[in-house]
């Protein structure tokens, strides 16, 4: 784990350029949103989350979440078939503010081709670096 500012930053890790973490488990990958992403929103108050089995494209927005501050899409990290969603993000929204990479999980996907999609996401470093460069920009 390396913090950026206040943003913790876990290795073992992919991320996007829109606030998502990926983690590879076996056959299957999780999703969350990153503590960079929770942190700007602030006080999240609602999560929808589409429904198991809804296929899912890299790149495209999959659901919402609503902050005090602000509604923010959701965009798909990996492309495929949702198998699992996380029902206490549903209930419990501010559990993504409390454990965003652990209990704060939002899907688990069946990717329909990982290996291609994880080259456009950012390895551990190369998302340390993209981090350092959004602390940067903020005043």
């Not at 996007?16 to 006080?43: C, H, P």
């Not at 198998?83 to 069946?110: A, F, H, R």
Request: with cysteine.
């Amino acid at each position: 784990m390396v913090k950026v500012e206040q943003y913790e930053v876990p290795e073992g890790l992919y991320y996007t350029t829109d606030f998502a973490w990926v983690k590879v488990e076996g056959d299957k990958v999780r999703v969350g949103i990153t503590d960079y992403a929770q942190k700007s929103l602030r006080e999240i108050v609602y999560a929808e989350l589409p429904s198991v089995g809804t296929e899912v494209k890299q790149k495209e927005p999959f659901g919402t979440l609503e902050s005090v501050k602000a509604v923010s899409d959701l965009v798909a990290a990996i492309s495929g078939t949702i198998e699992e969603v996380n029902e206490e993000v549903q209930s419990k929204p501010e559990t993504l503010n409390e454990d965003p990479y652990g209990k704060g999980w939002l899907l688990i996907v069946k990717p329909s081709n990982l290996q291609a999609d994880l080259a456009h996401l950012l390895d551990f470093e190369k998302a340390v670096e993209w981090h350092k460069a959004q602390t940067a920009g903020k005043c």
